[in-house]
């Protein structure tokens, strides 16, 4: 099935730098999500988003649905320790309740 | 606090040995998903439950099966394990009362195959 692309694949940063992440699609999606995945456990929904341009935070992340919905950003800024793992973004057309999931994208921080 | 619990979180099980995992959820809500992830991959959708309608991806195999017997609880049925069946399974839910695309994932389990 489809994916969609996620860049970078992984990074290394250290504590206290902000952090850009994106991905892209070939088709449009109603619904971007961002998940964060940690070692041995399950997706943790982070950010939704609904309409083009929109522009949310949650602490310090901040994601923005692309203008022509075929992409999404996530931003984290001040990055700590515990911001290590894996960040996966989601798109939804809205019907059949169905995701497509990004490639994921490895955050590694040093300290 | 509303969840979605997976149990047990690791099992191991022998070739060709029917193996069954458990999801439950406090949500009430009434899609339920499984989900396999093979390491560092993108979860994979086998099937969904929307209520007690059953949904299969097209390419799941046959060897996967699913059981919803009431709104909290669905289980995943591996028929004959293989050794490329080994991977953490995801449940998630969503519910059409809120937003249907945001869902909500448990731990995981994950499936050992010998």
């Known amino acids: 099935g489809q994916q969609l692309n996620q860049s970078p694949q992984s990074m290394f940063i250290q504590e206290g730098e902000d952090v850009s992440m994106n991905c892209t699609s070939s088709?449009?999606?109603?619904?971007w999500l961002w998940y964060k995945q940690d070692p041995g456990e399950g997706p943790v929904l982070l950010i939704a988003l609904y309409k083009a341009g929109e522009l949310t935070s949650n602490g310090r992340l901040t994601a923005q649905f692309g203008i022509t919905r075929k992409d999404s950003f996530l931003n984290i800024s001040a990055s700590i320790p515990s911001d290590v793992g894996i960040y996966f973004c989601a798109g939804s057309t809205g019907t059949a309740s169905k995701l497509t999931f990004g490639t994921g994208t490895r955050l590694q921080v040093t300290l | 606090d509303a969840m979605v619990i997976q149990n047990p979180r690791y099992q191991v099980t022998q070739f060709g040995k029917p193996v069954t995992l458990s999801c439950s959820q406090t949500l009430n809500h009434n899609v339920m998903y499984w989900y396999q992830q093979k390491s560092s991959q993108a979860p994979k959708l086998l099937f969904h439950y929307y209520d007690k309608d059953f949904n299969n991806e097209a390419d799941t195999p046959d060897n996967f099966q699913s059981r919803r017997p009431n709104t909290s609880f669905c289980f995943l049925d591996i028929r004959s394990p293989g050794l490329g069946d080994a991977a953490m399974y995801l449940c998630a839910t969503s519910s059409n009362r809120g937003r249907l695309d945001e869902q909500f994932f448990g731990p995981g389990t994950r499936l050992t195959v010998l």
């Open positions: 088709s449009i999606f109603n619904t």
